[in-house]
């Protein structure tokens, strides 16, 4: 993204952010309907993730153009939430979220070693970490650093105005995950997109895709637990923060070995996620060879 690109962006957040929900949805909806149409690589990629993911979807291309289109607009909805937040008040983003799973969650939180949280790219997640830190405990997000800088900054401290930390993929943002993790936070990451280029390859829905181990590696040297969860629109456009069991990464003498255990068991609990829920699995990005 250019600096032009980030200005039109800014422009159009801060008509965004002053108004009602509901105008802004139907905004976002607009402009999703643009992109679903126009889009060079968005919508193929994204359409073929839906059908590695769905095989189903590969000799229906019916229900794969109404699902694409979903996810396009659930996707834009996303956007204009996180348009709104820097005039958001959590007291009022609150009786938006509901919680399934929340025993896993208080599981993870009795054992004193913070929390992983290992998602997937779903739902409008900003909304829901910033409830669940003015509720919860402190949240922190460990994701790839934006450009242009001005882009990320903006970002981050929209975030930090909600009490969410953005810690980068770089040794800094590594040393102050394991800082918050041992000072009991909440850490949030994905790994259905390998951002920094060193996933190991595993089978993801049945094909090879680099995956992140990083989360893995933490709880292995912390015992910090890791807990699946993906967060996805209702119909009434609340949200839903659905939790799944623990996992526990087990050291048994082979650090590789053991990392690629417990993600292993991560990717599969993500799956049933995505595969509940396709139009609402933002991943308009290249995850497969083959793929546009």
Not at 67 to 76: E, G, K, T, V
Not at 275 to 287: K, L
Request: net charge positive; aromatic share 10%; with cysteine.
């Amino acid at each position: 993204m250019g600096e032009w690109t980030w200005r039109a962006f800014k422009v159009v957040q801060s008509l965004v952010e002053r108004m009602p929900r509901p105008w802004a949805y139907a905004l976002a909806v607009m402009a999703a309907r643009f992109a679903w149409w126009f889009s060079p690589l968005a919508r193929p990629r994204l359409e073929y993730n839906l059908k590695v993911a769905c095989p189903e979807l590969e000799h229906d291309r019916i229900a794969l153009r109404r699902i694409s289109w979903l996810n396009f607009r659930n996707h834009a909805k996303a956007y204009a939430d996180l348009m709104q937040l820097p005039m958001a008040r959590v007291e009022a983003m609150r009786p938006r979220l509901k919680v399934q799973g929340w025993e896993y969650l208080e599981e993870a939180r009795a054992l004193g070693k913070g929390i992983l949280l290992v998602s997937c790219h779903m739902g409008s997640y900003e909304e829901v970490a910033a409830i669940w830190s003015a509720n919860l405990a402190p949240v922190s997000f460990f994701a790839e650093e934006l450009e242009p800088r001005t882009l990320f900054e903006w970002y981050r401290d929209t975030r930090a105005r909600l009490g969410i930390s953005v810690l980068t993929l770089d040794h800094g943002g590594i040393r102050k995950v394991l800082q918050a993790l041992r000072e009991q936070e909440m850490v949030i990451t994905a790994i259905d997109r390998d951002i920094a280029g060193t996933g190991y390859l595993m089978p993801f829905f049945g094909k090879l895709a680099p995956i992140p181990l990083g989360p893995a590696a933490i709880a292995l040297r912390l015992g910090t637990p890791l807990f699946p969860v993906c967060c996805y629109r209702l119909p009434d456009d609340t949200y839903m923060a659905e939790g799944a069991p623990l996992v526990y990464a087990r050291p048994t003498g082979n650090a590789r070995a053991d990392q690629v255990r417990a993600t292993e068991q991560l990717l599969r609990r993500i799956e049933q996620f995505i595969q509940r829920h396709p139009e609402q699995w933002h991943v308009p990005h290249r995850i497969w060879a083959g793929s546009p």
